[in-house]
T-cell receptor, first 115, second 114 residues
């Protein structure tokens, strides 16, 4: 079964510091997309960042960046200059043609930000 | 965020009740999805609709019955549910169903089955 693993159920970071959330996945496909979604306590899930497997360059969106290691099937999320509003559940997910385009999610990492 | 709305936000129902969850998207998208989010588990895809046609049923029990009358509205009809069906039900939409499409989520309906 194709899976996504987030090995850190909970993480904590000091405000203004940097934190990295880990994600590994298992697929035999060569072309796929990877996503990080954020779910704040209000429950509305929003896309943080995405990465196409064929692109070598790591995606960046303002304070959010990824470290995509295709050979290792690793897709970690780095949050720089953490803010109180970054506190949320973070879900890693991917999509492949083999899975009919379904988004396959990890279990999530709950991030808390300390003032 | 008002792109995808869901009603009701909270629902308590008995096992013999019949209720419906509603999702509406205001983004002009063609694809809509139902997900189930249980505590400590990854989100599980339930159904996918593309241009009002169901394209995915992820082995969901028949006590969950989806309906998509048009590309903007998606319903999930519930009947004779079990306590283990208690969860957060999330609706999402996307422009299409290709790999790179971003899915936009609603706030969810928190369902409790007694």
């Amino acid at each position: 079964a194709q899976t996504v693993t987030q090995s850190q159920p909970e993480m904590s970071v000091q405000e203004a510091e940097t934190v990295t959330l880990s994600c590994t996945y298992d697929t035999s496909e060569s072309d796929y997309y990877l996503f990080w979604y954020k779910q704040p306590p209000s429950r509305q899930m929003i896309l943080v960042i995405r990465q196409e497997a064929y692109k070598q360059q790591n995606a960046t969106e303002n304070r959010f960046s990824v470290n995509f290691q295709k050979a290792a099937k690793s897709f970690s999320l780095k949050i720089s200059d953490s803010q109180l509003g970054d506190a949320a559940m973070y879900f890693c997910a991917y999509r492949t043609y083999n899975q009919g385009g379904k988004l396959i999610f990890g279990q999530g990492t709950e991030l808390s930000v300390k003032p | 965020e008002t792109g995808v709305t869901q009603t009701p936000r909270h629902l308590v129902m008995g096992m013999t009740n019949k209720k419906s969850l509603k999702c509406e998207q205001h983004l002009g998208h063609n694809a809509m999805y139902w997900y189930k989010q249980s505590a400590k588990k990854p989100l599980e895809l339930m159904f996918v609709y593309n241009f009002k046609e169901q394209t995915e049923n992820n082995s969901v029990p028949s006590r969950f019955s989806p309906e998509c009358p048009n590309s903007s509205h998606l319903f999930l009809h519930l009947h004779t549910l079990q306590p283990e069906d208690s969860a957060l039900y999330l609706c999402a939409s996307s422009q299409g169903t290709t790999l790179q499409e971003t899915q936009y989520f609603g706030p969810g309906t928190r369902l409790l089955v007694l």
